[in-house]
């Protein structure tokens, strides 16, 4: 289990990166002490960073249900320490985050890495871990400042598309 994490500013003359990497839990562990050291992690990283707030991946389903659960136990500590700081958390979808960052929601990691890599001038990235969670970031303050735009109002998606077949219409 890997927990990545960025933190980024936005300082009105572009993004800049202030520090990314990864809580890596060692694999022998049970899953209580793995969420505790993910918890502990980020504890660290945000007394040490002091951010304005914490922008999560939203909660998606994976072929496997195990993975899935295990997934949302590692966000549910995260937000908890949000919640300890009193930190906002802000969700968004991965094809949302794809989108924000390459301008398609079906981006894959290498390419989300690439736009990154140019964005803050940077080598590589350590871990994907890392530059995902650098890319959620990058997504949140894109989202803020298209609100702002509207004023304040949500963007709210579509859903999915209705799509018709012969017999939907009367002959």
């Known amino acids: 289990m890997v927990c990545g994490y960025g933190i980024i500013e936005d300082t009105g003359d572009g993004l800049v990166h202030i520090e990314s990497g990864t809580i890596d839990v060692p694999r022998a562990l049970l899953l209580p002490p793995k969420l505790k050291t993910i918890f502990?992690?980020?504890?660290?990283?945000?007394?040490?960073?002091?951010?304005?707030?914490?922008?999560?991946?939203?909660?998606?389903?994976?072929?496997?249900?195990?993975?899935?659960?295990k997934l949302g136990e590692a966000r549910g500590v995260a937000i908890l320490a949000a919640a300890m700081f009193e930190l906002p958390v802000y969700e968004y979808a991965p094809t949302q985050v794809k989108?924000?960052?390459?301008?398609?929601?079906?981006?894959?990691?290498?390419?989300?890495?690439?736009?990154?890599?140019?964005?803050?001038?940077?080598?590589?990235?350590?871990?994907?871990?890392?530059?995902?969670?650098?890319?959620?970031?990058?997504?949140?303050?894109?989202?803020?400042?298209?609100?702002?735009?509207?004023?304040?109002?949500?963007?709210?998606?579509?859903?999915?598309?209705?799509?018709f077949r012969a017999n939907d219409f009367p002959s």
């Open 40 to 69: 502990d992690g980020l504890r660290v990283v945000i007394e040490r960073s002091r951010p304005t707030c914490m922008s999560i991946e939203n909660v998606f389903f994976a072929r496997n249900a195990r993975s899935s659960l």
């Open 99 to 163: 989108l924000a960052v390459t301008g398609k929601g079906r981006a894959n990691k290498t390419e989300v890495g690439k736009i990154l890599t140019i964005l803050f001038n940077r080598e590589g990235w350590e871990k994907t871990d890392a530059s995902d969670a650098v890319a959620i970031a990058v997504c949140h303050i894109h989202m803020q400042e298209t609100k702002n735009l509207l004023g304040g109002h949500t963007i709210r998606s579509r859903g999915r598309r209705r799509r």
